[in-house]
């Protein structure tokens, strides 16, 4: 059983572009969120999608925005790209009427140079 | 808002030694408490959980007791090993199921010399 599955693992961009980050959840799970670690940092909330639409957020700024997909993978996008979103990007799926217990992946480290 | 507290690191041990990382929380009502650990390039790996007071979360030797009096979640083991040596995070969701809002602290890096 594939665990929750990202990709890239690494990326390096200019200031300015665009990202796209993806994740495949867990099989069976239905629910994906997103969460930004920062170097040295504890993992920050950025949303949660469930059944293809944003859930819940986080206090990030409108140029993160992400997509839900009929299968249940989704999308991370952020715009306009600041040295300052430089981070490790985790996704974490669970089951929205299940007991609570996220499982994460391994990360999309993103360098913004 | 919710927030999460932890001993700062980086804590370093020898083998064998007694290992306590302390975590206090804010929350309103009644959180669901968690321990997750980060090894080196990996993503994060749920290590135990509490989902009301006076619960006791323990898995691979690790244990912690959920506080409420103390607002605190603290984390223990009697006898550290080498493959110990990690990041651990404390974290809380307000929310019983699987759609929780986890919110961390800031880790704490452990590293065990034989």
């Known amino acids: 059983d594939a665990g929750v599955t990202q990709s890239p693992t690494h990326l390096i961009k200019t200031r300015g572009q665009q990202v796209t980050l993806r994740c495949s959840p867990k099989s069976g799970h239905d629910t994906v969120s997103w969460y930004q670690q920062a170097l040295g940092q504890g993992p920050q909330f950025i949303f949660q999608?469930?059944?293809?639409?944003?859930?819940q957020r986080g206090n990030f700024p409108d140029r993160f925005s992400g997509h839900q997909f009929p299968n249940y993978s989704s999308e991370l996008n952020v715009n306009a790209l600041l040295l300052g979103d430089s981070a490790l990007y985790l996704c974490a799926s669970s089951l929205a009427e299940g007991p609570g217990k996220a499982f994460f992946g391994q990360g999309t480290r993103l360098t913004v140079v | 808002g919710n927030s999460v507290t932890q001993m700062e690191g980086p804590v370093t041990l020898s083998e064998e030694a007694f290992l306590t990382i302390n975590c206090t929380y804010t929350?309103?009502?009644?959180?669901?408490l968690f321990w997750y650990v980060q090894y080196p390039g990996e993503g994060l790996q749920l290590l135990l959980k509490?989902?009301?007071?006076?619960d006791k979360g323990s898995n691979k030797g690790f244990e912690a007791t959920y506080r409420k009096e103390t607002t605190s979640f603290h984390l223990e083991k009697g006898s550290v090993q080498v493959s110990d040596s990690a990041v651990y995070f404390c974290?809380?969701?307000?929310?019983?199921?699987?759609?929780?809002?986890?919110?961390f602290g800031t880790g704490t890096r452990l590293t065990i010399i034989p």
């Open positions: 509490a989902t009301k007071a006076d």
């Open positions: 929350a309103t009502g009644y959180p669901s």
């Open positions: 999608y469930y059944e293809e639409e944003e859930r």
């Open positions: 974290a809380l969701s307000d929310q019983d199921f699987g759609n929780e809002k986890l919110t």
